[in-house]
């Protein structure tokens, strides 16, 4: 799945995009306001980390910006302005969490996972889908309780479509969300990426519906 990341310390944004990567996330990063509100705006991300204090375009500006176009994508505010009120205009400006510095890795990761989760219409680590089931914690597959091995772009793509709530997605979809929208992949290779996937772990556990798209059986 895609996340972008607004931050201007280049320090910051290496850890946190390094965490989110090896969460099983594909990170887009901006350093300014208006470039995080471009993307955001023709984007689509399936979560989105933002600093207040940019250049350009401060992040509150961005989020309402956001908002008043109605793009929904879940907003975690990562901050150095940790007051209450500062939480609270964050919040009120469309945020979905406020998270504020300094702070640990590993509980912004945890954050964003549960804003994709609830996003997707999941409240447990576990998302499970007919005989599929997904640990986003531990990013294991398993079928029917069987621990499963998958690549980690295997385990992108699994992840993706049980986030979607049965919805069908389309390869376009796919190859954004697994690759950025800049990549340049067809609908043969993701056509190739289930077919591998089908091999491993049953050939019903994806299903393909013609001209549409793909869907997790059972979802």
Do not use: C
């Amino acid at each position: 799945m895609r996340a972008l990341l607004v931050e201007d310390d280049d320090d910051i944004a290496d850890d946190v995009a390094r965490a989110l990567t090896s969460a099983g996330y594909l990170v887009e990063r901006a350093a300014d306001g208006e470039n995080a509100w471009f993307l955001g705006d023709t984007e689509d991300f399936a979560v989105v980390v933002l600093d207040l204090g940019l250049p350009v375009l401060d992040g509150i500006s961005v989020l309402k910006r956001w908002r008043a176009a109605d793009r929904v994508m879940p907003v975690l505010i990562l901050s150095a302005r940790g007051a209450w009120t500062e939480k609270v205009d964050g919040i009120e400006a469309g945020a979905d969490d406020y998270l504020a510095k300094p702070f640990e890795i590993g509980e912004l990761v945890a954050r964003v996972r549960a804003l994709t989760r609830r996003a997707g219409g999941h409240a447990s680590s576990v998302l499970t889908i007919g005989k599929l089931a997904l640990d986003t914690r531990r990013m294991a597959v398993l079928v029917e309780g069987v621990p499963q091995k998958v690549s980690p772009l295997e385990y992108r793509l699994l992840d993706y479509l049980a986030h979607q709530q049965g919805r069908t997605v389309s390869a376009g979809e796919l190859a954004d969300h697994l690759h950025g929208a800049d990549g340049a992949v067809d609908a043969n290779a993701i056509e190739a990426l289930v077919a591998r996937i089908r091999r491993k772990i049953g050939r019903d556990v994806i299903e393909t519906r013609r001209g549409f798209g793909y869907v997790l059986s059972g979802a």
